[in-house]
């Protein structure tokens, strides 16, 4: 008997986020409550907090849970101002260029 691969979203909440987000979009409505942009703010949970762990993260300072990778952490501060400024597609795109970059820094295994 051969298992199946459950196939699973690396970054599932900000997913689902952004899925509901278009359709709020398209009903008129805000696309993003105060609630989730204020997540998006906090790099614990924002779309890189979200990524694996293994991420080397800056454990002190003001920055404390932020990538050392600066793509990475470049990234999620776009990733904000698109959930802020209410832009569903541009977060969409960039919550994939995110996941994209946190399997790059696991598989290297250096950040720059």
């Known amino acids: 008997m051969t298992k199946r691969k459950k196939k699973t979203n690396p970054t599932p909440y900000w997913t689902k986020v952004i899925e509901r987000a278009k ?22 949970t924002c779309a890189c907090g979200k990524q694996d762990a293994r991420i080397p993260r800056d454990h002190l300072g003001l920055n404390r849970g932020a990538p ?24 969409g795109r960039t919550l994939k260029a995110i996941e994209h970059r946190a399997f790059q820094v696991l598989r290297d295994g250096r950040f720059e």
């Open 23 to 44: 359709k709020r979009k398209k009903k008129g409505l805000e696309p993003f409550t105060d609630y989730q942009r204020d997540l998006s703010e906090e790099w614990v």
């Open 68 to 91: 050392l990778d600066d793509r990475l952490r470049h990234l999620g501060n776009i990733f904000c101002c698109h959930v802020t400024d209410g832009e569903v597609v541009k977060a």
